[in-house]
Nanobody
Framework: QVQLVESGGGLVQAGGSLRISCVASGRTFSSYNMGWFRQAPGKEREFVAG????????YYVDSVKGRFTISRDNAKNTVYLQMNSLKPEDTAVYYC??????????????????WGQGTQVTVSS
């Protein structure tokens, strides 16, 4: 049982930065690999970044490598996504998700069992 709540979205100009957060409730937070997905209107949900339960491994979709950083603080039951050098194509609703599958970071939505309600990120050109 995990409940996830995202926050920190907003409107930024191209080239700017934004940090979004996901707070999890539940005492087994540290047992889950965590991921960030995003979905733009008319497009399918897309994997953005993932992090293992220990925080020791991360993985990013090619389009955000070098610009985005995922991290977690298990003591605060929180995962973060720091987004730098934002582009208009980054505009989407960003979702936090938790996966109970151990091992490699998963990139398919169906491999994540828990989802937040999303936070809107809009990047103006």
């Amino acid at each position: 049982q995990v409940q996830l709540v995202e926050s920190g979205g907003g409107l930024v100009q191209a080239g700017g930065s934004l940090r979004i957060s996901c707070v999890a409730s539940g005492r087994t937070f540290s047992s889950y690999n965590m991921g960030w997905f995003r979905q733009a209107p008319g497009k399918e949900r897309e994997f953005v970044a993932g992090i293992t339960w220990s925080g020791g491994s991360t993985y990013y979709v090619d389009s955000v490598k070098g610009r985005f950083t995922i991290s977690r603080d298990n003591a605060k039951n929180t995962v973060y996504l720091q987004m730098n050098s934002l582009k208009p194509e980054d505009t989407a609703v960003y979702y936090c998700a938790a996966s109970g599958i151990s091992g490699n970071i998963r990139v398919r939505p169906h491999e994540y069992g828990y989802w937040g309600q999303g936070t809107q990120v809009t990047v103006s050109s």
